[in-house]
């Protein structure tokens, strides 16, 4: 069982760190690249709670998995735990809170009529924006670096 546990922990951080990869780096550039600016905005809206969902279910399981591994004599790796813990709160909390007030501004710079209102609006969802960009590079690192520790381990 342990084994098993080992494996769908390693699993969980690879697919979640992949995807912030390939999502960051291939996915939304692309996107943006071939699409004028507010048609690949609302893709990129399309594809966000996708994305914060494999976060979500990947940070569930990377902490659980730990605790089993601990649970059937593998050992409690407190640093990892740390890490990967901190890595699911970034995540809920960058889908859960900033996720959602990015949303709420897109709605309310669509619903309004007033382009000095806009503008403003436009302002608060560029620091939004930047708030989720840094919370996502910074759970990639921490994914970077709890991907170093399972590889230092095998």
Do not use: Q
């Not at 080992?6 to 690249?33: N, R």
């Not at 998995?65 to 649970?71: D, K, R």
């Not at 919370?135 to 970077?144: D, P, S, Y």
């Amino acid at each position: 069982m342990l084994n098993i546990f080992l494996f769908v922990h390693l699993l969980s951080v690879v697919i979640w760190v992949g995807s912030i990869m390939f999502f960051s780096f291939c996915a939304a550039p692309a996107i943006f690249k071939v699409l004028e600016r507010e048609k690949a905005g609302e893709v990129i809206g399309v594809i966000f709670p996708r994305y914060w969902l494999v976060g979500y279910v990947c940070g569930i399981v990377g902490v659980l998995s730990l605790i089993l591994i601990a649970a059937y004599g593998g050992g409690f790796l407190p640093l990892r735990f740390i890490l990967v813990l901190l890595m699911m709160v970034l995540g809920f909390y960058s889908g859960l809170v900033v996720g959602r007030k990015a949303r709420e501004i897109k709605s309310d710079i669509k619903a309004s009529t007033d382009d000095a209102e806009k503008e403003r609006l436009r302002g608060r969802f560029k620091k939004v924006h930047a708030k989720s960009a840094i919370l996502n590079m910074v759970t990639l690192a921490i994914g970077i670096v709890v991907v170093y520790l399972i590889a230092i381990t095998l």
